[in-house]
């Protein structure tokens, strides 16, 4: 289906490509909180994996493969939620099925990649949304009406710290394209998306302070990330893959008539003061349970852009320029010096 016909049904008809622990999220929220939505179909290489899901979302059918995702003339948009490395082929595959997409991130490790997938896209003449969920935070997207009003002046500093409670298993560690790509890569997007403008210098100090293991597998868990934006804001990003005390998101952003933070979320408000410590519960402790309502938000605002044939939110170039930063990140610390993002084809 190209973007000008009319939509077969009132409800968008929805394919879901991987049932895995995002599969599962999107799943669930197509099924139990967009009526707008309709699954037809679901498959997963794990067919168990797909079934339980079905059963759970009262999903009708249980695909064999993507492509028999892919050839359901009423499936009008599919969900890619599998491995990383299916996702540019995919992508390719359903523009040419005409199916609408909604992509998680990253699309691939390489530009190249990438912008053939756009260019199918393109010439398809369907929508592309990839899955930057964060932008949907209330949290964050507050922050960034502070800047796009001026609420806070001109915005002169920006800080964003995100670190996970856990490191990842290694097997996924030699898989994810490195920390950049697979953990990064969402604070590259938040940059672009606070700032409004584009990043042009990438300087990156990095190492392994949470698990050998994870530098013998050739990746790093712990970076600090420095940006220089074209109009001449500078950013820092602080990574970690441990922080032992919970999944730790926060942002700042100075201006020169103010600033605006945005503190952890927590699974309620209460702090227990006694004789001894003034204290409250640890923080939502990973990112199924502290973007629970962005998730929902971004396939809404997908959902929507389809039935309503508007530009997707968070389009395919989109999802290429925060690969772009990352490949500068990485060269970056390999390197030790600043990296400017056309060095790497951003």
């Known amino acids: 289906m190209t973007q000008g016909e009319t939509l077969s049904t009132q409800k968008l008809n929805i394919g879901i490509i991987g049932a895995g622990r995002i599969g599962k999220v999107h799943a669930e929220t197509l099924a139990f909180r967009l009526p707008e939505a309709n699954i037809v179909a679901i498959t997963d290489v794990n067919r168990e994996a797909a079934e339980a899901l079905a059963a759970r979302c009262n999903i009708p059918k249980v695909a064999a493969t993507s492509a028999e995702i892919l050839a359901d003339k009423q499936i009008e948009a599919v969900l890619i939620c599998s491995s990383t490395n299916t996702h540019a082929d995919l992508i390719v595959q359903a523009a040419k099925a005409g ?3 909604f992509c998680e991130k990253p699309i691939a490790f390489s530009l190249e990649q990438i912008d053939n997938s756009l260019a199918a896209v393109k010439a398809a003449g369907v929508q592309l949304q990839i899955g930057f969920n964060r932008r949907f935070d209330a949290n964050f997207a507050r922050v960034r009406h502070a800047v796009a009003t001026g609420e806070i002046g001109k915005p002169n500093l920006l800080h964003i710290i995100s670190r996970d409670p856990a490191p990842p298993p290694l097997a996924y560690v030699k898989v994810s394209g490195g920390i950049f790509m697979d953990m990064t890569i969402h604070d590259f997007d938040m940059a672009r998306f606070l700032i409004g403008d584009e990043v042009e210098e990438i300087y990156t100090a990095a190492g392994v302070r949470v698990d050998p293991e994870i530098g013998k597998a050739g990746d790093l868990d712990t970076a600090l990330i420095v940006l220089r934006f ?36 927590y699974p309620n408000q209460a702090v227990v003061s006694d004789g001894k410590s003034v204290h409250q519960d640890l923080p939502l402790n990973f990112f199924m349970e502290r973007y629970t309502e962005s998730f929902a938000s971004e396939l809404k605002s997908f959902v929507t852009a389809i039935r309503e044939k508007r530009t997707t939110a968070v389009t395919g170039i989109d999802g290429r320029i925060p690969v772009a930063m990352a490949l500068a990140a990485r060269k970056s610390y390999d390197e030790r010096r600043p990296v400017r993002l056309e060095e790497v084809g951003g």
Not at 231 to 237: A, P, Q, R, S
């Open 99 to 101: 199916k609408h997409i």
């Open 230 to 265: 074209r109009n001449g804001v500078i950013g820092t990003i602080d990574n970690c893959r441990k922080a032992p005390y919970g999944y730790d998101q926060r942002v700042e952003i100075l201006g020169s008539e103010g600033k605006i933070a945005t503190e952890n979320c």
